[in-house]
T-cell receptor, first 112, second 115 residues
Framework: GQQLNQSPQSMFIQEGEDVSMNCTSS?????WLWYKQDPGEGPVLLIA?????ELTSNGRLTAQFGITRKDSFLNISASIPSDVGIYFC????????????FGTGTSLTVIP | SAVISQKPSRDICQRGTSLTIQCQVD?????MFWYRQQPGQSLTLIAT?????????ESGFVIDKFPISRPNLTFSTLTVSNMSPEDSSIYLC????????????FGPGTRLTVT
């Protein structure tokens, strides 16, 4: 299957700091989704991206669909303790219906 | 979005037995999916549950091991058959709510431990 590499694998930051993470693929994607997963829960959809170059915000979160269509970025501004969790990207090819490939995940720890 | 529930939320099962996991959505949805998430890992698509026809399985997953039903637009089941410890995972149901919308929403998951 497709490999989506996320980096960094884990992050330890101080409360109030900004966070950046990214997701890269060897193939071109048509849709990018970003999720957050808390322990013992299912992933929660944060942001959906449909066009190259698209920049979309959801509160303190901003995600971008890379111009090359092989990458995507997620930024979190002014982190707070409840931002702790694992963040996953997911990408979909054109003409593959609703099949998404998930990234390896970025684990975020926020130190109060 | 949609509200998705799964039953059971967790179970501990013996090797060689089978477990059926239920997924219920609070509204009609076009697409339903089943994923597996092994401990500390990412999500892998098992199959797309098709209403009124056989599920579409991804490479590495077969119907005999993971039979799926979808009798209507709000309900699906996944059975994990003849379980082994390697089947210990979180099993997640997800849905896509409308034609042209590729956003997927996940249920809370079923945490399965096989001893």
């Amino acid at each position: 299957g497709q490999q989506l590499n996320q980096s960094p694998q884990s992050m330890f930051i101080q409360e109030g700091e900004d966070v950046s993470m990214n997701c890269t693929s060897s193939s071109i994607f048509n849709t990018w989704l970003w999720y957050k997963q808390d322990p013992g829960e299912g992933p929660v959809l944060l942001i959906a991206l449909y066009k190259a170059g698209e920049l979309t915000s959801n509160g303190r979160l901003t995600a971008q669909f890379g111009i090359t269509r092989k990458d995507s970025f997620l930024n979190i501004s002014a982190s707070i303790p409840s931002d702790v969790g694992i963040y996953f990207c997911a990408g979909r090819f054109l003409n593959t219906g609703n099949q998404f490939y998930f990234g390896t995940g970025t684990s975020l720890t926020v130190i109060p | 979005s949609a509200v998705i529930s799964q039953k059971p939320s967790r179970d501990i099962c013996q090797r060689g037995t089978s477990l059926t996991i239920q997924c219920q959505v609070d509204s009609q949805v076009t697409m339903m999916f089943w994923y597996r998430q092994q401990p500390g890992q990412s999500l892998t698509l098992i199959a797309t549950a098709n209403q009124g026809s056989e599920a579409t399985y991804e490479s590495g997953f077969v119907i005999d091991k993971f039979p799926i039903s979808r009798p209507n637009l709000t309900f699906s089941t996944l059975t994990v058959s003849n379980m082994s410890p390697e089947d210990s995972s979180i099993y997640l149901c997800s849905v896509s709510t409308g034609t042209g919308s590729y956003e997927q929403y996940f249920g809370p998951g079923t945490r399965l431990t096989v001893t």
